[in-house]
């Protein structure tokens, strides 16, 4: 039981990281020498490495948004199974935990669609942000489907 | 006696020491307006004095990326004069009040063409050393988003729905509990009263087992609840 629930929470803690990096590292988009999105537009070339502001667009600011509310949702999925691992009944099931869970993946997916639809044609690539957005994705489905399953039985 | 005060005050400030402080001239820092609309840009000023007859506004324009600035709005001997000749011909319109220290001019029609810088002066004589002050216009044809304003909108109105689904469980958890409780109170009151009415021995004894029973009940149903 101690091993099955020390794993859950190894995986549950990669989901997080997984999260903080796509939505923290601006590399949605890369060519060579620049890449852009989420958070700005860097540029390295002879004279440096310059870095301006993403654009204002309203479909950029959406994916932002829904990029933070799914790290915040797993974070406090954390909180909630740390809490609910010592205070839970024996034989209960972890709902908060996975309610939290499932909705930030929800809210990945809706990001990674949303950029994906909307990002202008372009000969650019997707940057390595953009994959481990996609990856997070099934990663949280599974893992907040692991905790409606989980039953406490110390 | 407050009158008296207020008028001492008053003239005191008129009769400040000559020289000792400059005029202020506040207009706004940056402005930004639709093609089409019309924009109201205001100027007032500070001065240690009261405000002279001869006070006088002179407003000027100098476009994006020219060196010369051009009149389009006086204002002196207490009447207005706005533009004739120049790019604002017709377009100007002098809307403040003098005697408020307000010489704010009203832009009518806005285009492309008037992005540029807009300079206040203002003299309220023998106070005339002042450093004249400049707001800049910024046309569009689209007002663009502010950075941050989607995503902090979205972001507030989710965490609020929680914050309120949360408040609201809690509320109805409280609530069935407590209508629990009491409801179990009044049968074992009913019961008290029946009891007390046909016998009445034994019945304050059984009162206080009663009540912890009915209290024991509501936390039998706040744990399962916990379960969750």
Redesign the interface.
């Known amino acids: 039981m101690l091993l099955i629930l020390l794993g859950v929470l190894v995986f549950h803690l990669i989901v997080l990281i997984l999260l903080i990096v796509s939505t923290a590292s601006s590399t949605w988009t890369v060519a060579t020498g620049v890449h852009t999105d989420l958070w700005y537009n860097c540029k390295s070339d002879d004279q440096g490495y310059h870095c301006l502001n993403a654009s204002n667009e309203d479909w950029i600011q959406a994916v932002q948004a829904l990029m933070i509310l799914s790290v915040i949702f797993c974070f406090t999925s954390l909180i909630a199974f740390l809490y609910q691992l010592f205070r839970l009944v024996k034989g209960g099931r972890f709902y908060f935990t996975s309610i939290f869970q499932l909705f930030a993946s929800v809210f990945v997916m809706c990001a990674a669609i949303i950029y994906t639809v909307m990002r202008p044609e372009s000969d650019k690539q997707y940057g390595y942000a953009y994959v481990l957005a996609w990856v997070a994705f099934p990663l949280s489905l599974i893992s907040g489907l692991v905790y409606l399953v989980l039953r406490k039985k110390d | 006696m407050l009158r008296v005060l207020a008028l001492a005050s008053v003239v005191l400030l008129g009769i400040a020491p000559e020289g000792s402080q400059a005029i202020s001239i506040y207009t706004g820092w940056e402005r930004h307006a639709l093609v089409g609309s019309d924009i109201r840009l205001s100027c007032s000023f500070f001065s240690w004095r009261f405000v002279s007859d001869d006070v006088s506004f002179s407003w000027s324009y100098r476009p994006d990326g020219s060196r010369e600035s051009i009149a389009i709005a006086h204002y002196a001997g207490g009447e207005p004069y706005t533009d004739n000749k120049g790019p604002f011909k017709d377009r100007v319109e002098f809307v403040g009040n003098p005697k408020n220290r307000d010489g704010s001019i009203l832009l009518k029609n806005l285009d492309l063409n008037d992005n540029g810088t807009f300079t206040c002066d203002a003299k309220n004589p023998p106070d005339i050393v002042g450093r004249p002050s400049s707001v800049r216009l910024l046309v569009f044809e689209q007002l663009?988003?502010?950075?941050?304003?989607?995503?902090?909108?979205?972001?507030g109105v989710?965490?609020g729905l929680l914050v309120l689904i949360v408040v609201i469980y809690y509320l109805m958890r409280f609530l069935v509990a407590r209508r629990v409780f009491s409801l179990s109170v009044s049968k074992h009151g009913k019961k008290k009263k029946e009891g007390s009415q046909q016998r009445q021995g034994p019945a304050p004894p059984a009162d206080p087992s009663k009540v912890k029973a009915a209290a024991s009940e509501k936390k039998k149903l706040e744990?399962r609840k916990?379960?969750?």
């Open positions: 663009p988003i502010q950075a941050g304003v989607i995503t902090g909108a979205i972001i989710v965490l744990s916990d379960k969750k």
